[in-house]
């Protein structure tokens, strides 16, 4: 019952994704900013890939659960099901109350509560509704664009609206308005859910500060590692550390490793450029190997962190924490067109089903051959149109629970 995740290598036991669905087919060329996208999947090719994907959990002896199934269970109590409804509105930034009310009226018209869900992740046209006679000046605002609720592309990469740390979870504040409206499932599903109600919350959705799941990697029982990035500042990392050392119980982190890595795109998350695929093996960004400015945090006395600032290479930091001779592993092969090239479709995102065990994306071939020379077992999944998203097999998943 509940989350358990204390390593990023061990026996993956449960995981939870989200199938690309309606909302994929709802992105257009003018809104990709918007949303945050640089492509349009094909929908039909994404779902067979994904589905691949939960295959090759499934026979790895992963038990897969999906998101809107999970939230779907949530609002089976009717008041919790208003409660929801009303709470998307807001989010979703509906202002006109003629328009407040049909969009109610919409999601509450229908038949399962998995149809109810899916909607609100696939986003509402304004031609899904009757029409409105505009009374009021906010109903002549934004006439031109299509969505009165947008639609919520990014939703397939399950890492990041929370990340599970030992037996709590992050739940977080992302980056964007975009993906802050993906965080309301995680919210209803830790506040409602038999299995996970319980699960103590290391960071919440309304805290000042953002952070997304892809800069949180379990190192060990002992080490968190989270990156200082474009989408994690570091007042976040802090408030973690606090609640972590000082106001909750049941873990075991002594030292948070706060990894500060460049503010862009190309270094989106901490994963984007490293992940663990065994205990003494990582893949990596050649770009990312250092000097790296890290700052160690750990309890101190009175309720205060105490933080030590080092610059030192990401092998030897790794290889510090983890106690042994950590071995890097270039995306590529460490060649700069290919690297490069590979890297634009995440060839440093794995997923570690078990020690030295990894799920990759057969467009990176280069990087998986490069893998197995290394001993790697590899599972390799269809990824010509997920990949068009900006996220791999680890930025897809959410595990729930990895043996101890």
């Not at 995740?5 to 060329?29: A, D, F, R």
């Not at 328009?99 to 038949?111: E, I, P």
């Not at 873990?251 to 460049?262: G, H, K, R, S, W």
Request: hydrophobic share 35%.
């Amino acid at each position: 019952m509940g989350i358990r995740v204390t390593s990023e290598i061990k026996p993956l036991k449960k995981v939870l994704l989200h199938k690309p669905g309606e909302e994929i087919e709802n992105l257009t060329p003018e809104y990709l900013e918007r949303l945050l996208f640089d492509d349009i999947p094909f929908l039909e090719v994404a779902q067979k890939e994904h589905d691949a994907f939960a295959e090759i959990l499934r026979n790895n002896g992963v038990e897969v659960v999906y998101l809107h199934e999970l939230a779907a269970e949530v609002i089976a109590d009717p008041q919790i099901k208003e409660q929801f409804i009303n709470q998307f509105i807001d989010e979703a930034g509906v202002k006109s109350e003629a328009v407040r009310k049909d969009v109610y009226n919409y999601l509450m018209s229908f038949k399962t509560n998995e149809e109810l869900v899916r909607k609100t992740m696939a986003g509402i046209n304004k031609n899904e509704l009757p029409a409105i006679e505009k009374k009021s000046l906010i109903d002549f605002v934004d006439d031109e664009y299509p969505f009165v609720t947008d639609p919520m592309p990014n939703l397939y990469f399950t890492r990041d609206p929370f990340a599970s740390i030992g037996n709590g979870i992050s739940l977080n504040k992302m980056y964007s308005v975009t993906r802050n409206r993906e965080t309301i499932y995680a919210d209803y599903i830790f506040k409602y859910h038999k299995e996970y109600k319980d699960t103590a919350r290391l960071y919440n959705r309304d805290y000042d500060f953002h952070i997304e799941g892809g800069d949180i990697l379990n190192l060990n029982e002992k080490t968190l590692a989270i990156g200082i990035s474009q989408r994690t500042e570091a007042q976040a990392i802090e408030k973690i550390a606090e609640r972590i050392f000082f106001e909750t119980e049941g873990n075991q982190i002594e030292t948070i490793l706060a990894f500060n890595i460049p503010n862009s795109r190309a270094y989106m998350h901490l994963d984007t450029v490293f992940t663990q695929v065994d205990y003494d093996k990582f893949t990596i960004h050649p770009q990312i190997e250092g000097p790296l400015e890290i700052f160690e945090l750990t309890k101190g006395e009175k309720g205060q962190v105490n933080l030590v600032q080092e610059t030192m290479t990401l092998q030897e930091i790794l290889s510090k924490h983890l106690k042994c001779d950590v071995k890097l592993i270039r995306c590529g092969g460490g060649d700069y067109v290919i690297s490069q090239r590979e890297q634009w479709n995440d060839g440093s995102n794995t997923l570690c089903i078990k020690p030295g065990e990894v799920v990759v994306y057969s467009r990176n071939y280069v990087t998986n051959k490069v893998l197995e020379e290394y001993g790697v077992k590899i599972h390799v999944m269809p990824s010509s149109e997920l990949s068009r998203g900006r996220g791999g097999p680890r930025c897809m998943s959410m595990p729930l629970v990895r043996e101890d």
